[in-house]
């Protein structure tokens, strides 16, 4: 295969060290693979390699060296990065609760060129692009690319919005990787929705490049560019469609979930419930690239299409692409392979051998185990964090953030919060997230999920249409939580109020 052409300017990372880091890196064969160093006060220091992890040096770790290395960087921003001036390297903090540097990790930034080769055609064709991938699979390197190749290669006129300085490297002349692309620098990250609209407004850019959507008022600024004719290539926290869909704050970028009730005669006509799933709106993307590997995507070519596909059950079209040995694109269209993280909130858990991986921290195994038995649920708790579908923890564990909550917030892993780690609370959740219990009766009676979200659209029109107030049924404070959300989308207020496990929600005009 053809060799990309990549610079990673590791001289100046490595400028940064004390000498004794410094020397232990230059002596390492592949020193040009090194993905991050990392400095724990009080440890040694270690350096990480694709294939290996080594002890750079035997004496540990002092203020010294913090120092050391934080005095030969820029100034860390509100979200604790910093980054090393016409470079893409990234430092990121770990501090004390005094606000003291305790740990850094210093990772390499490197621009390849000839990345986006298997996705070309979809960045020309004008539509909006969604990256998605797992951390440190290259979304960010190829964002960077999309940036050169359009400004450059297609003579567009493209804004980066540089959150975090990752896409254009630190200080104000960007990093040559991004050609001719201009980049809007952001002051701090909640900023990062309010200078993708200024971008817009002030510059006339034909196409934005933006790393990591993350939050609400991102996506309806995603939107409202997408709606003024702006092409639109992104990435966002996910790893798949599927972790999109399941997200209440991002779900807008693929067109929002609803519930709605169909009539008698379209649910025969259907084959189903009359209670289901739909998309509320046209997505804000068109096209969404799953990285795989470096040279490898699977992609869903029309997202509204895939979306309706998948809240009915059935597979979306997808296609795999990869380059092979002789550097030409290969594409298969397939049907979708089963991902390991299913949502449980969009359809009731599988029978038989399709068993849902929930992986427990700080919950009674035992008492869990048992809960799932009486219920007739196909539930498997997995011991391996990466083939888990949901990650269950106690109120008490994830406020102390360990490092097990870290690594399944890190990975997107969607997270359930249990009140206590009592069986009232795991019935509750598994009442919640698993509506169905297996039996013949349970798959006649509506999904109290879907009837849930049903009861807040129709509050919502009823407010909408004059009524002043509407008080919605009891339910658990995951749900509530996203009638909140469905409530907010709608331009109308909402409260809680009264105590577990009759606390409700109540929607009216603010």
């Not at 020397?23 to 009080?42: A, H, P």
């Not at 990790?105 to 490197?110: E, H, I």
């Not at 986006?116 to 960010?140: A, W, Y």
């Not at 019935?427 to 509506?446: A, H, N, V």
Request: proline share 5%; glycine share 6%; hydrophobic share 35%.
């Amino acid at each position: 295969m053809p060799q990309k052409v990549i610079t990673d300017d590791l001289d100046a990372l490595l400028a940064i060290f004390p000498p004794h880091i410094r020397q232990s890196l230059s002596q390492q064969e592949d020193s040009n693979e090194l993905i991050e160093v990392i400095l724990d006060l009080g440890r040694p220091p270690e350096a990480r390699f694709p294939r290996r992890e080594i002890i750079l040096d035997s004496k540990e770790i002092n203020e010294q060296d913090i120092e050391y290395v934080a005095s030969r960087i820029g100034s860390f921003g509100d979200d604790n990065r910093a980054g090393i001036e016409r470079t893409l390297h990234r430092i990121s903090a770990i501090r004390n609760r005094q606000g003291q540097l305790v740990g850094l990790t210093c990772r390499v930034g490197r621009a390849v060129f000839g990345t986006i080769k298997v996705i070309e055609d979809l960045i020309q064709s004008g539509k909006n692009v969604m990256l998605l991938g797992r951390p440190g699979i290259g979304k960010t390197t190829m964002l960077r690319e999309v940036a050169r190749v359009l400004a450059d290669d297609f003579n567009k006129r493209v804004i980066i919005v540089d959150t975090s300085n990752e896409i254009a490297g630190d200080g104000d002349i960007p990093h040559p990787a991004i050609g001719h692309a201009r980049r809007m620098q952001v002051t701090t990250p909640t900023r990062q929705h309010a200078v993708m609209i200024e971008a817009v407004e002030n510059h006339m850019p034909e196409v934005i490049i933006i790393d990591e959507i993350g939050t609400e008022l991102e996506a309806q600024a995603a939107r409202t560019i997408a709606e003024r004719g702006v092409q639109l290539v992104g990435t966002a926290h996910g790893n798949t469609l599927e972790n999109l869909m399941m997200n209440p704050t991002l779900s807008d970028l693929v067109g929002g979930i609803q519930s709605v009730t169909l009539g008698d005669e379209e649910a025969k006509r259907r084959g189903t419930q009359k209670s289901i799933l739909e998309r509320m709106s046209p997505p804000t993307f068109d096209i969404i690239v799953e990285i795989q590997d470096r040279d490898k995507v699977a992609i869903h070519p029309d997202i509204a299409q895939a979306v309706d596909a998948s809240l009915r059950g059935q597979p979306p079209a997808i296609e795999i692409r990869w380059l092979d040995e002789a550097g030409a694109v290969r594409i298969e269209k397939t049907a979708p392979v089963t991902t390991a993280r299913k949502t449980a909130r969009t359809k009731p858990v599988a029978q038989g051998n399709n068993r849902h991986k929930l992986y427990l921290f700080g919950v009674n195994r035992g008492r869990f185990e048992q809960m799932t038995k009486e219920m007739e649920l196909a539930v498997e708790i997995t011991d391996d964090l990466s083939t888990a579908e949901l990650f269950i923890t106690s109120k008490h564990h994830y406020r102390r953030k360990p490092q097990k909550v870290r690594e399944a917030e890190t990975t997107n892993l969607p997270i359930y919060v249990l009140r206590s780690n009592t069986p009232t609370q795991i019935r509750q959740f598994l009442t919640t997230i698993y509506p169905s219990d297996g039996t013949e009766e349970s798959r006649d009676r509506p999904d109290s999920f879907k009837v849930a979200l049903r009861e807040a659209q129709e509050a919502i029109n009823l407010v909408k249409n004059g009524q002043e107030e509407v008080e919605l049924s009891p339910q658990s404070a995951y749900i509530r939580r996203l009638q909140h959300l469905i409530a907010e989308r709608n331009d109308l207020s909402s409260q809680s109020s009264g105590q577990d496990p009759l606390r409700r929600v109540k929607i009216y005009k603010g």
